[in-house]
C-alpha cells in the first residue's frame, strides 16, 4: 500500500482564473474566496461559496467552472458518479454562459468524463474526451499552458483506455508546449512505469525533480516509484527531501513510514504515521497504516484505536472493517472479530480472503452449526475451479486433510504465492491442533509460520501472538 500525494487532475495543471472586478463586489469577493479553497483543496468550501453566487447569478460562468471542479475533485474522493455527473453538468453550463473560447472550462469536462470512465468502467466517456481534446487542439490560437492542459487531460483519457503508448506522446507534447507542466511531467513518469519500462520511468521522475527542485510533489512521487521498485532507501531519502522542503507534508510522512515499515524499522515507521496524522487528523488512511503497524509490533490495543479511527472518518471502507476484524480477534474478541469480518463482506463480497477468518472464527465461537452458508459457497463451486481460499475452507470444515491442504500449495507456481500459501496453511494447521489439545504440535507449526517470513500476512501475526501467549 503506497500514497500518491499528487493531485494528477485540476490542481496539478492550471491555476484558476484571476477574476477581474466584477460589477457585484459580493460575488466576486465571494468566488475569490471559493478561487482560494479551491487551491487550498477545500473542495466542500469552494462548492458553498458558489452555490451562493450562482443563486444570485445561476448564468456566472466562472462561478459554474468553479463550481465544475469543485464538484469533480469530490466526486473522485468520493467516488461518488452523482458528483462527477454535477461537476460535467456545471462545467456545460460554464461554456454556454462563457463561451467556447473559455479554454479552462473544457478542463473540468474533460476531467470528470475520463473520471466517470474510471468509476463506472465505460469506456465511451473517455472517448469523448478524446473527441473533446482533438477539437479544442486544432485551434490555432491556443496559448502554450492552454495547449499544454488540454493534452494533459487528453493524456489522462487514454489512461483510462490503457493506451498508454498514447498517453507518453500526449504528455511529451504537452511538457515541449509547457516545460514547467508539474501534471505532464509526472503522468509521463507514471506512464512509463505501468507499462513497466522502468528505466525511462526513473528518467522521467528524475527529470521532474530537475524541473521542479523547490517542488516536494516531484520528490514524494519519485521516492514511491523507488519503493515499488524495492529500492527502499533512495526511496526513504526523496521522501526526507520532500519533508525538508515542506515539513508539513502529511503523505510524505506517511510514504516513509510504509517504506520503514518495510525495512522492519517499525518503531520509525510509526512515528512517521503518528506525524502524519499530526499534519493531516482527517486522513483515514493514516490511522489504518498506524494500525497495522502496531499490529506488526503486537500493540493491540493501539491497532483498534487506530482502525476504530479510521472507519469513524471512512465509514463504508470493507478494508477498514476488516482490519478491525482482524485486531479483534487477535485481542480474542471473536464475536466483535465476526461482526466486523462480516459486515465487511456485506459492504463487498469480493472480500472473499475473509471466509476462513470468519469460518475459525465462529468455530473458536462454538458455533460450527452456523459454517453451512460459507461452506456452500465454496462446495457450490465446481472441484477444478475451487481456489486457495476455497481449500482453507474446506481444511477447517474437516473436508481436507493436513496433508492435502500442503498439497494444494504445492501446485503454487508462483514462490511469493507459494510462501504466502504455506504461512497461511502451516496458521491453521497450528489452530487447528491447539484447539484440539496438541500443544506441542500446535507451537511447532506457529514456528513454521514465522520461518515463512511473510511479515504482511493476518497468518504471520496470528502465530507472532499465539507463541507470545505461549511464552515462546
Not at 177 to 202: F, I, R, T
Not at 238 to 260: E, L
Not at 366 to 387: M, V
Request: aromatic share 8%; glycine share 6%; with cysteine.
Amino acid at each position: 500500500m503506497s500514497l500518491h500525494g499528487c493531485i494528477y487532475g485540476l490542481l496539478a495543471t492550471v491555476a484558476l482564473t484571476s477574476f477581474a472586478v466584477a460589477q457585484d463586489p459580493e460575488a466576486d469577493k465571494l468566488k475569490k474566496e471559493a478561487d482560494a479553497a479551491y487551491q487550498s483543496a477545500d473542495f466542500a468550501k469552494c462548492l458553498e461559496l458558489t452555490t451562493k453566487v450562482l443563486a444570485q447569478n445561476p448564468k456566472d460562468h466562472k462561478a459554474l467552472y468553479l463550481r465544475a471542479s469543485a464538484h469533480v475533485e469530490l466526486g473522485i474522493v468520493r467516488r461518488d458518479g452523482k458528483e462527477l455527473r454535477s461537476g460535467i453538468e456545471d462545467a456545460r453550463e460554464s461554456l454556454r454562459a462563457g463561451g467556447s473560447n473559455e479554454i479552462d472550462y473544457y478542463l473540468p469536462y474533460m476531467y470528470g468524463m475520463t473520471s466517470l470512465s474510471n468509476l463506472e468502467g465505460k469506456k465511451e466517456h473517455a472517448e469523448v474526451v478524446l473527441q473533446v481534446g482533438q477539437s479544442v487542439l486544432a485551434r490555432t490560437n491556443l496559448t502554450p499552458e492552454q495547449r499544454a492542459n488540454i493534452l494533459y487531460q487528453r493524456a489522462g483519457a487514454y489512461v483510462s483506455m490503457q493506451n498508454v503508448e498514447a498517453a507518453a506522446q500526449d504528455y511529451q507534447a504537452a511538457i515541449k508546449s509547457n516545460p514547467l507542466h508539474l501534471g505532464a511531467h509526472v503522468g509521463l513518469a507514471e506512464s512509463y512505469a505501468v507499462s513497466g519500462q522502468a528505466d525511462k520511468a526513473l528518467a522521467a521522475f528524475s527529470s521532474a525533480v530537475d524541473a521542479f527542485p523547490s517542488n516536494p510533489l516531484v520528490f514524494n512521487n519519485r521516492g514511491l516509484f523507488e519503493q515499488r521498485q524495492g529500492q527502499l532507501k533512495e526511496a526513504i531519502a526523496d521522501f526526507n527531501k520532500a519533508i525538508q522542503i515542506d515539513p508539513k507534508f502529511a503523505v510524505a510522512y506517511a510514504n516513509r513510514g510504509f517504506s520503514n515499515q518495510s525495512e522492519r524499522n517499525l518503531a520509525a515507521a510509526e512515528a512517521d504515521y503518528s506525524e502524519a496524522i499530526k499534519q493531516d487528523a482527517k486522513h483515514p488512511l493514516f490511522y489504518s497504516l498506524r494500525g497495522t503497524c502496531r499490529l506488526s509490533q503486537l500493540n493491540v490495543n493501539g491497532a483498534i484505536d487506530d482502525y476504530n479511527q479510521a472507519i469513524r472518518l471512512d465509514p463504508q471502507n470493507p478494508t477498514g472493517q476488516a482490519d478491525l476484524g482482524f485486531a479483534k480477534y487477535f485481542a480474542r474478541d471473536y464475536a466483535g472479530a465476526l461482526a466486523s469480518f462480516d459486515q465487511s463482506i456485506a459492504m463487498n463480497p469480493n472480500m472473499r480472503y475473509l471466509n476462513p477468518w470468519r469460518t475459525w472464527t465462529l468455530v473458536l465461537l462454538g458455533k460450527a452449526d452456523s459454517l453451512g452458508p460459507i461452506l456452500e459457497a465454496t462446495t457450490k463451486r465446481p472441484e477444478a475451479e475451487r481456489d486457495w481460499i476455497d481449500q482453507m475452507v474446506l481444511f477447517l470444515n474437516g473436508k481436507v486433510s493436513e496433508q492435502d491442504l500442503v498439497k494444494t500449495v504445492d501446485k503454487a507456481t508462483n514462490a511469493t504465492m507459494k510462501n504466502a500459501q504455506l504461512c497461511e496453511a502451516y496458521y491453521f494447521i497450528a489452530e487447528r491442533r491447539g484447539q484440539a489439545g496438541d500443544k506441542a504440535n500446535a507451537t511447532a507449526f506457529y514456528q513454521q509460520v514465522l520461518k515463512t517470513n511473510a511479515v504482511d500476512l493476518s497468518a504471520y501475526r496470528g502465530a507472532q501472538f499465539q507463541l507470545r501467549a505461549a511464552g515462546n
